[in-house]
């Protein structure tokens, strides 16, 4: 179960949007009580109104707000121990990284570094900075609805904030939404609506006006987007998102996660990998969900580099 979508960053233009498992729209009235009924959910469709927790690929907003708001980031440092402490809560990681720069944290996905770093920014600065991202917005777009994707704003607790900027807790986000990210960072910070109708063609042959779309709107700075693309295409060529790398000498930039879906670790995690390819010659920005498929660097990111093959190879 899951979602891909693949986007054109410099207008928005949706490519590919598949949500599994699906049905046959030619049959649906004859299936229709089986699918209704069906535990797997296939008339939900995941790319739009799937709402996950995005996990670490929320970071990109974190770092993005870090960025746009704290000084002397280039001197920031942090001793990952493998946990922090905050209220009456402990955010983990998988082993002990050391001393790390805010790039390292990010190519290696240390949940500590950006739980610390929350605390710097503080509610107003990340929240400001996830609703100029299209969280907590009203996705009602020209050719197609989105379900909202939330950010907290409720609960000022430390710990809330800490879970909230690795992704966790209450955040939540579609992959439609998270490809869209992506896409905003490949357009130097402008993020386009998204664009699902090519032509509308009559019976007779002729055209039909599309709805009208709104224009681009500046979400980040630009040497802001250009700092977050130079950290996500460490974090493929040498971090987490390793297995998402393509050859030929196309560039991606990416950003794995692996979001818990349970508070004990019983249910296996949802693997995402969101990002872009660099390449003028190959506009494309990829998001892959696997619902409780484990790793985002084992799973998800292979997945989007076979996508992002295809779109080239196909040259859509």
């Not at 950010?151 to 939404?177: K, N």
């Not at 055209?207 to 974090?235: C, F, P, Q, T, W």
């Not at 660097?297 to 992002?308: N, S, Y």
Request: hydrophobic share 40%; proline share 4%; glycine share 10%.
């Amino acid at each position: 179960k899951g979602a891909i979508v693949v986007m054109e960053p410099s207008t928005g233009r949706i490519l590919a949007l598949q949500a599994y498992p699906d049905f046959d729209p030619n049959t649906v009235e004859a299936q229709w009580d089986t699918l209704k009924e069906d535990a797997d959910s296939p008339l939900v469709n995941r790319a739009t109104q799937g709402l996950y927790p995005p996990g670490s690929t929320f970071k990109i907003v974190t770092l993005a707000s870090a960025l746009e708001n704290l000084p002397d980031l280039n001197d920031f440092a942090f001793d990952c121990t493998g946990y922090y402490p905050v209220g009456n809560y402990s955010v983990t990681d998988g082993s002990a990284h050391g001393v790390q720069s805010l790039s390292d944290a990010f190519a290696h996905s240390c949940n500590t570094t950006f739980a610390a770093l929350s605390q710097d920014l503080g509610y107003e600065m990340l929240g400001n900075t996830a609703e100029e991202m299209g969280f907590n917005e009203n996705f009602m777009f020209s050719d197609l609805i989105v379900y909202n994707s939330s950010y907290p704003i409720d609960d000022l607790s430390a710990e809330d904030l800490a879970w909230s900027a690795i992704g966790q807790g209450r955040v939540l986000a579609t992959p439609l939404h998270m490809a869209l990210i992506a896409s905003t960072i490949a357009n130097r910070g402008v993020m386009n609506e998204p664009r699902l109708i090519a032509q509308v063609t009559t019976a007779q042959g002729g055209n039909r006006a599309l709805l009208s779309h709104a224009g681009g709107r500046r979400v980040l700075g630009e040497d802001v987007a250009a700092r977050l693309e130079k950290e996500m295409i460490r974090v493929v060529k040498s971090g987490t998102g390793k297995r998402a790398a393509l050859d030929n000498g196309y560039t991606v930039a990416g950003k794995t996660g692996s979001a818990e879906a349970s508070n004990d670790k019983s249910i296996e995690s949802h693997a995402w990998f969101v990002g872009y390819i660099t390449n003028d010659n190959a506009p494309y920005a990829v998001c892959v969900l696997v619902e409780n498929g484990g790793s985002g660097g084992g799973v998800a990111a292979p997945l989007a580099r076979k996508t992002l093959q295809k779109a080239i190879h196909l040259g859509l």
